[in-house]
């Protein structure tokens, strides 16, 4: 069975697809199982859930809910067989949007004063419409003339070894806690997420951990004691090494591994579904992490709920 547990639609501000597009391209691919993981939002699964059951494909309800880890981390965690309907994720996009928004602003300062560009933020808002102004705004970043001759920008023009996404990479690489880039964006604590998603029936998996606990073997350890219930161990952004720790770490904390790909369409051009650097026969991992999301509703509901379709 092919599968990905991590894409996303036009519902995330950074997706591109209509849900029966995104279908049409899952059905390209061969996919029997996917997880839609929108940012912040369920809003769009029972439609993908509605077109993919006639294909035969099965569908888990999923989202990224994006985070703070020690007030300064940013952590995007995934949920697995949540109820969409679940107060706490209804409220969450609102919410998201107007940090989004907040955050901005500050972005665009900051950007401006380093570099000496003259970004107007209504005019890029204006721009983006309903799309993450900072996609916009890092492309009329790359494309000026003036940006082949600041250091920070080399890795990322066309070509460069961090150019695919340019837009992510920079943010991961040079926008993160500790930079004069930063800007602090008010998420829901990751421990408070983690208590909402299983209280929404799901489980809890730290996406693309690479970024954040690199190297942070002690917080890693926390959030397994807490009760993380897994690791995206496989993902387009781990190298070979990556993949290794993780599922390591995953094995000898019982925590879950899972698959993703993580894709967007146009923002991460370089993304296709289903692949997610899978070096061995994923059929136990999806067994796994299937019979846990099984188990979790079997305990806390009288029957199972229609998270695969």
Not at 133 to 141: A, E, G, K, L, S
Not at 148 to 177: C, E, H, T
Request: hydrophobic residues 35%; charged residues 25%.
């Amino acid at each position: 069975m092919k599968f990905d547990l991590h894409m996303h639609s036009a519902a995330s501000s950074d997706g591109q697809f209509t849900p029966e597009e995104l279908v049409d391209l899952v059905d390209d691919h061969n996919l029997n199982l996917i997880a839609l993981s929108d940012h912040d939002t369920a809003q769009n699964v029972p439609a993908i859930k509605e077109i993919a059951t006639k294909r035969g494909i099965q569908v888990i309800n999923a989202i990224e809910v994006s985070t703070t880890y020690k007030g300064e981390h940013n952590v995007h965690l995934l949920g697995y067989g949540i109820n969409p309907d679940d107060p706490w994720i209804q409220d969450l996009l609102a919410k998201a949007k107007e940090n989004t928004r907040l955050s901005f602003g500050l972005r665009v300062k900051k950007i401006n004063e380093k570099y000496g560009f003259n970004f107007d933020e209504d005019t890029i808002r204006e721009q983006a419409g309903d799309m993450n102004p900072w996609f916009t705004m890092f492309d009329q970043i790359i494309a000026d003339p003036r940006t082949k001759d600041i250091p920070d920008f080399q890795d990322y023009l066309p070509g460069g070894p961090r150019s695919q996404p340019a837009p992510v990479n920079f943010f991961w690489d040079k926008m993160q806690a500790g930079s004069d880039l930063y800007c602090p964006v008010q998420y829901p604590d990751l421990f408070e997420a983690i208590d909402h998603i299983h209280q929404a029936g799901g489980i809890a998996v730290i996406a693309h951990p690479f970024r954040t606990f690199e190297h942070q073997d002690g917080w890693l350890e926390e959030l397994a004691a807490y009760g993380l219930d897994g690791l995206e161990a496989y993902s387009n952004y781990h190298f070979p090494e990556q993949i290794e720790y993780y599922r390591n770490f995953a094995a000898k904390h019982g925590l879950l591994i899972t698959c993703g790909s993580d894709f967007h369409g146009k923002t991460k051009p370089n993304i296709t579904l289903g692949e997610y650097h899978l070096d061995r026969d994923g059929k136990p991992i999806l067994n796994a992490f299937l019979a846990a999301l099984q188990n979790t509703w079997q305990g806390q509901h009288e029957s199972l709920p229609d998270c695969i379709a």
